[in-house]
Structure formats: structure tokens, C-alpha cells
């Protein structure tokens, strides 16, 4: 998910029920990261690749925040979207 392979990619279980995953990275020091890259799938079920992306951040540890939240995604295959974080 975070080694730049596109044969590496994250499946919520059984998606087509509504079920939702959650993806974290912790950094070695304090960061100000301004944009999140997504890319879809690369095989032939590029569309189960995630429709709503809410990003958040926390600076503390304790209070998250909710920054860039794009819903009803539609995806091709290996398609990269760039997500804006604000804080």
C-alpha cells in the first residue's frame, strides 16, 4: 500500500455489503503532508476500488480531523487521483 508497487493494494472484506476498511501511516517525525495519491485497482475488479475516501490527520494523537472527503467515486483501471489534505 505505501511501496509504490501497483501489485500491492488493500480489499475491505466483502465490499459489496457495505463493509469499510481503514489504512494508516504513522511517520518517523512530524510531517506536513498536502496531498494523499489513491490508485485503483490494476486487474479486472478496478471497480471495487473505493468510492468514498474521507482523509484525516491528527497532530496529537488523540484529536483526528477530517480534512478532503470525496464521495461516489468512479474508477478505470490503475487510475490515480490526488486528494488535497488541509489542515
Known sequence: ??????NTF?????????A?????????APVAPVECRV???????FGDSPKDVPIQWCSDGIDWHTTDSPTGL?????????????P
Open 39 to 45: 490508485t485503483a485497482r490494476n486487474d479486472a475488479y
Open 74 to 86: 468512479t474508477w478505470t483501471t490503475e487510475q490515480i487521483r490526488t486528494l488535497s489534505i488541509t
Open 20 to 28: 469499510r476498511g481503514q489504512m494508516g501511516y504513522t511517520f518517523a
Open 1 to 6: 500500500m505505501f511501496d509504490g508497487n501497483a
Open 10 to 18: 488493500y480489499i475491505a472484506a466483502n465490499n459489496t455489503g457495505g
